[in-house]
């Protein structure tokens, strides 16, 4: 006889939370930060991925602020709907503001010049980003929150962009290859719209609280 799992004791529950909140923090505080530092550089540099680098992460906050929300409540559940909404609204902003702007690059405005601290952001980005990322999501698949998966799979999308803008202005300042950056732009901005409209339907995760159905979202094995 097939046994339905109840997800977690309560005392692991609580742990979970509490891990879920102090990463949300972590996640918005950086992005915080980076956002300052990759706008002010792109700025400097007229560079519209670093600037547009830079309003992800302000997209970013806006997702984990969501989840902040959603878990202030001692019944956080409630608001997991009300989250995924605000989470899926992000990627497609996220995803027609990249859009729009590798568009217009790869029609010759706004080409951007040598930026140092935008190759050490990018840098640091990459390093710190996965790490967030993998550990919000096993809380989270843990927990059986599908906001904080979708949010994890919003920091997930940062690393991408951060590769993105790496190898762009990397390619840019040691070959002139402009368009390397808005080509790929164009790849993540489809990532986006996907993982958006996952976080829209609601199959982000699968965990405790599909298991009490009885069934298991085929997005678990990713």
Same mark, same amino acid.
């Given at each position: 006889?097939?046994?339905?799992?109840?997800?977690?004791?309560?005392?692991?529950?609580? =742990?979970?939370?509490?891990?879920?909140?102090?990463?949300?923090?972590?996640? %918005?505080?950086?992005?915080? =930060? +980076?956002?300052?530092? *990759? %706008?002010?550089?792109?700025?400097?540099?007229?560079?519209?991925?670093?600037?547009?680098?830079?309003?992800?992460?302000?997209? +970013?906050?806006?997702?984990?602020?969501?989840?902040? @929300?959603?878990?202030?409540?001692?019944?956080?559940?409630?608001? +997991?709907?009300?989250?995924?909404?605000? %989470?899926?609204?992000?990627?497609?902003?996220?995803?027609?503001?990249? #859009?729009?702007?590798?568009?217009?690059?790869?029609?010759?405005?706004?080409?951007?010049?040598?930026?140092?601290? !935008?190759? %050490?952001?990018? *840098?640091?980005?990459?390093?710190?980003?996965?790490?967030?990322?993998?550990?919000?999501?096993?809380?989270?698949?843990?927990? !059986?929150?599908?906001?904080?998966?979708?949010?994890?799979?919003?920091?997930?999308?940062?690393?991408?962009?951060?590769?993105?803008?790496?190898?762009?202005?990397?390619?840019?300042?040691?070959?002139?290859?402009? @368009?390397?950056?808005?080509?790929?732009?164009?790849?993540?901005?489809?990532? *986006? =719209?996907? +993982?958006?409209?996952?976080?829209?339907? #609601?199959?982000?995760?699968?965990?405790?609280?599909?298991?009490?159905?009885? #069934?298991?979202?085929?997005?678990?094995?990713?």
């Amino acid at each position: 006889m097939a046994t339905l799992s109840l997800g977690p004791a309560p005392a692991r529950r609580a =742990v979970l939370t509490r891990r879920i909140r102090l990463l949300v923090a972590a996640t %918005i505080t950086y992005n915080v =930060v +980076e956002a300052a530092v *990759a %706008i002010t550089a792109g700025t400097l540099a007229s560079s519209s991925a670093l600037i547009g680098f830079g309003l992800d992460s302000v997209v +970013e906050v806006a997702s984990a602020t969501a989840v902040a @929300w959603q878990f202030s409540a001692a019944d956080h559940e409630r608001r +997991e709907r009300a989250a995924l909404r605000v %989470i899926a609204l992000s990627f497609f902003a996220l995803a027609a503001y990249v #859009g729009v702007e590798a568009v217009r690059a790869l029609l010759g405005a706004d080409q951007a010049g040598h930026s140092t601290p !935008g190759l %050490i952001l990018a *840098a640091l980005s990459l390093a710190i980003m996965p790490l967030l990322s993998y550990a919000q999501r096993r809380a989270g698949r843990e927990l !059986g929150s599908l906001s904080a998966v979708a949010d994890s799979r919003q920091t997930l999308l940062c690393t991408y962009l951060s590769a993105v803008l790496l190898v762009g202005l990397a390619a840019n300042s040691l070959f002139g290859w402009w @368009w390397a950056d808005p080509v790929a732009a164009l790849v993540i901005a489809a990532v *986006a =719209v996907k +993982e958006g409209r996952e976080a829209w339907r #609601g199959d982000a995760c699968c965990g405790p609280a599909a298991g009490r159905a009885g #069934g298991s979202s085929p997005a678990c094995g990713r």
